[in-house]
């Protein structure tokens, strides 16, 4: 099956830069606080469901993935780019990382305990959001939560625009609809935080939804 020009491009862009991004990129997330709190809280809420495996998607160079590990959690990393892949392995190679695609992982039904796709979901063309949303919904187990970031925009006359993202196409939404999305495809939010740009993320806000599967 031929894959659509979209990952092709976005696989090629993360591919190229995959160096540069592990170098600017991969720390312990020490300068963002919000962050970290809304990542702690997602890892609380697995544990008290049980745990279960957790995929972070669109991993890029793995930190985050390690990160979650840290917190306790049984975490994997899943990412478009094979060089991206190739750098998280080599720097943990205790965790599992795997090529793939969030538009429609390898992974069975029903199956985890939690997903993360951290600023993953921005170069997905906006017309392919809802199935990347039933993936998620797919691949949870009942219980299972998501935390989803992406840069955002508050203008609600507008879902979606796009922006000049220094790798490659890339689109900001605003969270309402991507709220409206993830209700769509049947998941429950529980918490959201929009925070400001720090002074390297400058002009967009940023948003972090954490959803989850009824039981
Ligand atoms: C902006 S980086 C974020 C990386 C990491 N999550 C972080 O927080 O630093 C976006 C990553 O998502 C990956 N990606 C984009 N679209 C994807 C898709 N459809 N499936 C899997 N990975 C994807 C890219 O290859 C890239 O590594």
New binding site residues.
């Given amino acids: 099956m031929t894959e659509p020009d979209f990952?092709h491009t976005?696989?090629t862009a993360?591919d190229s830069m995959a160096a540069l991004?592990a170098e600017l990129?991969a720390d312990d997330l020490a300068d963002f606080p919000l962050d970290r709190a809304m990542l702690g809280a997602f890892a609380d809420f697995v544990r008290a469901e049980g745990g279960g495996p957790v995929a972070?998607?669109?991993?890029?160079?793995g930190?985050?993935t390690a990160l979650l590990h840290s917190l306790g959690l049984d975490a994997f990393g899943?990412?478009?780019?094979a060089e991206?892949i190739a750098i998280a392995r080599t720097a943990r190679p205790d965790l599992r990382f795997e090529v793939?695609?969030?538009?429609a992982p390898d992974i069975e039904d029903g199956t985890l305990g939690g997903v993360l796709a951290?600023?993953?979901i921005?170069?997905?063309p906006p017309e392919r959001l809802p199935q990347?949303c039933a993936e998620f919904h797919r691949v949870l187990a009942p219980g299972g939560h998501l935390l989803i970031?992406f840069q955002a925009h508050e203008d609600p006359s507008r879902p979606v625009e796009s922006f000049d993202h220094k790798?490659t196409l890339a689109h900001r939404w605003s969270p309402d609809r991507v709220a409206d999305l993830l209700t769509g495809a049947g998941l429950t939010e529980k918490a959201r935080l929009l925070r400001a740009p720090t002074e390297s993320e400058r002009p967009f806000p940023h948003a972090h939804l954490l959803f989850a599967k009824s039981r």
């Fill in positions: 990952l976005t696989r993360y991004y990129f972070d998607l669109g991993c890029g160079p930190h985050v899943v990412d478009l780019s991206m793939g695609s969030m538009t951290r600023y993953s921005i170069h997905t990347v970031s790798v």
